[in-house]
Nanobody, 118 residues
Framework: QVQLVESGGGLVQAGGSLRLSCAAS????????MGWFRQAPGKEREFVAG???????SYQDSVKGRFTISRDNAKNTVYLQMDSLKFEDTAIYYC????????????WGQGTQVTVSS
């Protein structure tokens, strides 16, 4: 069982930056793939970025070059550095975890709101 707690959301002007953090419980954090997802009002939840247990990175096309995902296994934490934020990045951002190599993300945080003002 993994419990995830996000932090770092807030209100920022377009062009600004935010860093989201996701703290995970458990002693086997390094065995999990971690991901960030987001859901905007009236839209479905979508994948934003992921880092596997072996540190392979992946990004949604719309955030490539602006967002950076990273993990610190010593701190059981995954980060999402968001730069050059756009109005359309406004959403609730969720941290998720899955056992390394699996397809489905089984563990989810409660979400943190990111609002970008234009």
């Amino acid at each position: 069982q993994v419990q995830l707690v996000e932090s770092g959301g807030g209100l920022v002007q377009a062009g600004g930056s935010l860093r989201l953090s996701c703290a995970a419980s458990g002693r086997t954090f390094s065995n999990y793939d971690m991901g960030w997802f987001r859901q905007a009002p009236g839209k479905e939840r979508e994948f934003v970025a992921g880092v596997t247990w072996s540190t392979k990175l992946s990004y949604q096309d719309s955030v490539k070059g602006r967002f950076t995902i990273s993990r610190d296994n010593a701190k059981n934490t995954v980060y999402l550095q968001m730069d050059s934020l756009k109005f359309e990045d406004t959403a609730i951002y969720y941290c998720a975890a899955r056992v390394g190599g699996y397809v489905r993300y089984d563990y989810w945080g409660q979400g943190t709101q990111v609002t970008v003002s234009s």
